[in-house]
């Protein structure tokens, strides 16, 4: 009986280890299976994630390419915008000298028979801001202002006057020499308003004005 025992159990352990090791083979396969899976899993997924970022990229650069496009339309823009402004910031710069107030003129050459007559000017050599008609100049803007004029004359005691609307302002005077050409100058600063006048008129009468004397103003602030 011990014997048919102990044949049984060792039958029955034989069994059991059977069956484990075929529990076992199976198991081992089924996790190669998954091992295999997982792998190929693996693999679709790195080829479905590079497709993806390369899908991405090509969007990020067709979006950097639009921003590129949109910011080159606006720089074109902005470039017309500085190219217009500084052509008109460029048109000014030149108004300015053509339009300054101040005038030269060579005065009439003529023998002048009152001391109340404006002696008239000739040939106008500059006249910014057209405040000058030719024999009195009338102020278009407030500042300061510097007239000179040169007088030659070849009559006795002769001078000219620097008048700002009725006030004297200075001579010109040629002096009591003996008569011949003699030559004299002057120059007054003085402010104006709009509208005060500047004018020349002779010292003594009769006296003859040659026609290379000669009246400037301009002014300078």
């Not at 059977?18 to 790195?46: F, P, Y």
């Not at 500042?143 to 620097?162: A, D, M, N, P």
Request: contains cysteine; aromatic residues 10%; glycine residues 8%.
């Amino acid at each position: 009986m011990d014997s048919a025992t102990n044949m049984t159990t060792f039958v029955t352990f034989l069994f059991f280890l059977v069956v484990g090791l075929m529990i076992g083979g199976s198991c081992g396969e089924h996790s190669l299976d998954r091992r295999a899976n997982v792998a190929k899993r693996s693999d679709n997924d790195t080829y479905y994630n590079i497709y993806t970022k390369i899908n991405t990229l090509e969007k990020y650069v067709s979006n950097l390419e639009t921003k590129l496009q949109k910011r080159t339309k606006l720089l074109q823009k902005l470039l017309r915008s500085v190219v217009e402004i500084d052509g008109n910031i460029g048109l000014p710069e030149k108004s300015p000298k053509k339009n300054a107030v101040g005038f030269t003129t060579k005065l009439h050459q003529a023998t002048y028979s009152s001391t109340s007559s404006n002696i008239r000017g000739s040939t106008i050599l500059y006249n910014g801001g057209n405040a000058y008609n030719g024999t009195v100049f009338t102020c278009p803007k407030p500042g300061l202002y510097l007239f000179h004029v040169s007088l030659l004359t070849r009559t006795k005691y002769g001078g000219i006057w620097i008048y700002k609307n009725s006030q004297k302002l200075t001579i010109a005077y040629a002096g009591n020499v003996d008569p011949q050409y003699n030559g004299a100058s002057v120059s007054a600063a003085v402010w104006l308003d709009v509208g005060d006048q500047v004018y020349l008129r002779a010292h003594t009468s009769p006296m003859l004005v040659d026609n290379n004397s000669v009246f400037t103003g301009v002014r300078v602030n």
